[in-house]
């Protein structure tokens, strides 16, 4: 299985275009180390040639363009997504499906929720009926697997989050199965598994079960702390905005110490982040819990 981080930043990516934090006016300057991140999305195969992309970021355009694999081939236009899948209908994981207008109709896969979400409170899936138009094909969050044309040897099944829509959802404070998921990808002819869940702020018993028996887990990394954007006068808790936060009790790192299984890499990573400088002191942290952290056009293969 062959796994593409696309891009490894949270909203806004990194530095974030109006943020004047630490981390985005040093990265600016050049006076830490640490790369520049689009906002999140990966992209999975089982052959190198026919690819599911995984959310559709404001960046996919370029995410593309540095990616030759999903290039077209032998003809002026193509590409080598076969599909798209949905993790949740928020503006930085669907804004990028309005790039992708310009050619055959898009095959995107979402839970009757994210589908609303995208139909009605922020209707692109309406806007790309008039441009490539939208086949959408139904994920269930009933613990059943699913299978998508052209990908083969691939099995995928999402479980349900505990999470809320976005502010634009019709149901933003009426949760429901299906708002965000976590996507469980096994490889058929190995049984290799990576689970992937960008967004996560509780880990549940189904979530823990899935992480321990995987090969890898590609999870939130988005904030440090809890309380990490009171730094930027913006006061919402990670918890609350349905992020576990790497440290303090009960956090993601405590968590993944508790798997002795899976390679444990975080994703989505917020610009305020301190992980993000390669050599900060929770950078090392991180490094002593064998927990790595992605970023751009990383390669991961199982």
Excluded at 172 to 183: C, S, Y
Aim: proline share 7%.
């Amino acid at each position: 299985m062959k796994i593409r981080v696309l891009g490894s930043g949270a909203g806004g990516g990194f530095p974030q275009w109006n943020c004047s934090c630490p981390n985005c006016k040093a990265v600016r300057s050049n006076s830490i180390k640490a790369s520049k991140r689009n906002q999140s999305s990966i992209a999975i195969s089982s052959d190198g040639d026919h690819w599911v992309l995984f959310n559709a970021s404001p960046d996919v355009r370029a995410q593309l363009e540095n990616f030759p694999e999903i290039h077209p081939k032998n003809k002026v236009r193509g590409t080598g997504i076969e599909a798209i899948v949905m993790i949740d209908s928020q503006i930085d994981h669907a804004t990028g499906l309005l790039i992708l207008r310009e050619g055959d109709p898009l095959n995107i896969y979402c839970t009757e929720m994210v589908k609303q979400d995208l139909s009605t409170g922020f209707p692109i899936f309406n806007i790309l009926q008039h441009f490539c138009g939208v086949n959408d094909f139904p994920i269930p969050v009933n613990g059943d697997s699913f299978s998508i044309p052209n990908i083969s040897d691939l099995e995928f099944t999402a479980l349900a989050l505990k999470s809320k829509a976005p502010p634009y959802s019709p149901h933003r404070d009426d949760p429901h199965e299906g708002d965000n998921i976590g996507m469980v990808i096994r490889q058929i002819s190995t049984g290799k598994t990576v689970f992937y869940a960008p967004g996560l702020g509780l880990i549940e018993p189904h979530v823990e079960k899935a992480m321990a028996t995987a090969d890898c887990v590609l999870v939130d990394g988005t904030f440090w702390t809890d309380d990490e954007l009171a730094s930027v006068g913006r006061p919402l808790l990670a918890r609350k905005i349905g992020h576990l936060p790497q440290s303090g009790e009960g956090g993601m790192i405590g968590f993944l110490d508790t798997l002795p299984k899976p390679r444990k890499i975080l994703i989505h990573i917020n610009n305020t982040n301190p992980i993000l400088d390669d050599n900060s002191k929770e950078r090392d942290i991180l490094n002593q819990h064998d927990i790595e952290v992605s970023f751009d056009n990383m390669n991961i293969e199982l």
